[in-house]
């Protein structure tokens, strides 16, 4: 069973670190249990996100320091890299590029909900004109690349976090939309712990977890404490996922 990770903004602060930590934790569990995960990494091929929004007035885009930041996390859980621009052809982008702007194309090409999202987020971030024209050509390239992405590896599981900002919530659309389980987390309204939710069911889970930083742990399962193992092997089960479809022994 082939498993998707997308947390874009590596361990930036002013993004949902904590749900972010789990992830990776997750995934390096499932990873060293011979389970097939891999991560798919922004490489700056999007025209704005989130991180430029909170960096308003900065002369540069973060984006060399956030593939970094991501390509950290990746190596810590010993992830494999997949990368949006990979699966963006010249085509593509072209056609992008000269239709964004035109709406019957952009409700067209977006996945089922998209085009609601794109318009929630630019209201709560009171973009201007200039950067909802570029949150249009983020949110089509990430539909793009994602579908092709789903076809070439058919991926059966996303696990994801904060389906409320735009490039989360927006991958996690267009893998809904092929069909695959999304597994996304989010800090539950106590603040000591996370939600797990999937398209799937109606009924989320809800686990103690708190980290600040994913340095906190070494990358090796087997060095966590019982919390943690507990923690995971509750995901696990709530997912659905058998050691016959992991290729390992729970």
Not at 52 to 67: E, F, I, Q, W
């Amino acid at each position: 069973m082939r498993i998707a990770l997308f947390s874009p903004y590596g361990n930036f602060p002013d993004t949902d670190l904590i749900s972010a930590n789990f992830i990776f934790l997750l995934a390096s569990y499932l990873v060293h249990r011979k389970s097939e995960v891999f991560a798919i990494k922004c490489d700056g091929c999007l025209e704005r996100c989130s991180l430029d929004l909170y960096t308003v007035g900065n002369s540069k885009r973060p984006c060399l320091a956030c593939m970094n930041s991501q390509k950290g996390l990746n190596a810590w859980a010993n992830l494999s890299e997949q990368v949006l621009s990979n699966f963006l052809s010249a085509e593509e982008l072209k056609k992008i590029n000269q239709h964004f702007s035109d709406l019957s194309f952009l409700q067209n090409s977006l996945p089922a909900g998209g085009s609601e999202l794109l318009q929630k987020y630019s209201e709560c971030q009171n973009a201007d004109h200039i950067q909802i024209s570029k949150l249009q050509k983020s949110a089509l390239f990430l539909s793009a690349a994602i579908r092709k992405l789903v076809q070439e590896l058919k991926p059966k599981l996303l696990l994801t976090h904060s389906k409320q900002d735009l490039l989360t919530g927006m991958v996690a659309l267009a893998f809904a939309e092929q069909g695959v389980t999304i597994a996304s987390y989010q800090s539950n309204e106590t603040q000591d712990g996370l939600e797990l939710t999937t398209n799937k069911a109606s009924q989320s889970l809800n686990f103690p977890f708190y980290s600040s930083s994913i340095e906190h742990f070494r990358s090796d399962p087997n060095t966590w404490d019982d919390h943690l193992r507990e923690a995971i092997l509750q995901n696990i089960s709530f997912l659905g996922l058998q050691s016959n479809q992991l290729s390992f022994y729970i």
